[in-house]
């Protein structure tokens, strides 16, 4: 067609054979084409990203004294690279418009350019020469590189002390909360106790009371259930003592109030589910199911806790 002037009108004209593609399958092709090169542009963009956050793992991994090691020795394989490319008779560095010699005194000289040249202080006083340039300028660069990790890590570590003390503090003030509400509760049911057993509690009273209780035990009982098996951080066993002894209060109070309610007494379907849920989270604390080993005073505590959870169990509808 390129020799053709007129161009497919011409060519027609002439009575010249015309092959044409279905126009079906030339989209199918298009179709298929255009798939192959959106697969190829995410492998592409996957295969990056999975490079990019190897990288970064790698970086967060190392330490302060690994970068500063890794910067040290670039500083001096750069400067020994400078002095055997003197060495081998290039004129790799110059000082005072003379080559600089391949001795001892030449050696502390390429040291010196290389810390000078790292730090990008670039006094003029020592100049590189051919090759040397093209080292001298890839040591800059990975020298400034390096250093900037260095100060990002002192900054991260000094971030992270200041994390792990509010940390600290938020994770005192929610042991604080769980034993504060676990002596609420532990009124409340009281109460409940000792309004049903003298009658003077109305079922259509002390059911959204009963309810409001256990939904606010079920909150605090996730909370030593999650500390038990998914720990953030070491509790001391006195503390864990007292959380599990109001823990087992409240359990043993629960089965109590449940033993007084009246057979007609209205039982909603979201107390039901709080029942339960207090029945399987309690039962999963146990001296052989909690993954870490505490001193038999604990395991006392436990299955305590594990026998009120199975009296709660009976008393469900």
């Known amino acids: 067609m390129r020799h053709v002037h007129g161009g497919i009108a011409e060519w027609k004209e002439a009575g010249l054979p015309i092959e044409s593609a279905p126009v079906e399958a030339t989209a199918n092709d298009a179709a298929l084409?255009?798939?192959?090169?959106?697969?190829?542009?995410?492998?592409?963009s996957a295969q990056r990203g999975i490079f990019r956050e190897a990288v970064f793992?790698?970086?967060?991994?190392?330490?302060?004294?690994?970068?500063?090691?890794?910067?040290?020795?670039?500083?001096?394989?750069?400067?020994?690279?400078?002095?055997?490319?003197?060495?081998?008779?290039?004129?790799?560095?110059?000082?005072?418009?003379?080559?600089?010699?391949?001795d001892t005194g030449g050696l502390w000289t390429a040291i010196y350019f290389s810390f000078?040249?790292?730090?990008?202080v670039g006094y003029g006083d020592i100049l590189p020469m051919g090759a040397a340039r093209i080292l001298a300028v890839a040591e800059a660069a990975g020298g400034l590189?390096?250093?900037?990790?260095?100060?990002a890590?002192?900054?991260s570590h000094r971030q992270d002390l200041l994390v792990r003390q509010i940390h600290a503090v938020t994770f005192e003030e929610r042991l604080d909360r769980v034993q504060t509400n676990l002596h609420l509760v532990v009124s409340e049911l009281l109460a409940i106790a000792a309004a049903c057993a003298d009658g003077s509690?109305?079922?259509r009273r002390c059911g959204p009371?009963?309810?409001s209780t256990v939904l606010i035990f079920v909150g605090e009982l996730r909370v030593i259930h999650h500390l038990l098996y998914e720990p953030e951080q070491t509790l001391d066993e006195s503390v864990l003592s007292a959380l599990l002894a109001n823990l087992s209060s409240a359990l043993n109070m629960m089965g109590e109030v449940m033993q007084e309610l009246p057979r007609n007494f209205p039982r909603s379907s979201a107390l039901n589910d709080a029942l339960r849920t207090v029945s399987v989270l309690a039962q999963d604390i146990c001296a052989e199911c909690v993954p870490q080993v505490y001193a038999d005073g604990l395991k006392i505590l436990m299955d305590r806790i594990q026998q009120s959870a199975r009296t709660i169990a009976l008393h469900q509808e």
């Open 116 to 120: 000078i040249t790292a730090l990008s």
């Open 145 to 151: 590189l390096i250093f900037g990790l260095l100060i």
């Open 33 to 44: 084409g255009l798939e192959s090169r959106v697969a190829a542009v995410r492998g592409t």
């Open 153 to 155: 890590k002192f900054v």
């Open 209 to 211: 009371r009963l309810e």
């Open 201 to 203: 509690g109305q079922p």
């Open 57 to 102: 793992d790698l970086v967060d991994r190392l330490s302060t004294t690994h970068l500063f090691a890794a910067w040290m020795l670039l500083i001096l394989a750069c400067a020994a690279s400078y002095w055997l490319l003197s060495y081998a008779g290039l004129s790799a560095l110059t000082e005072k418009g003379k080559s600089v010699a391949a």
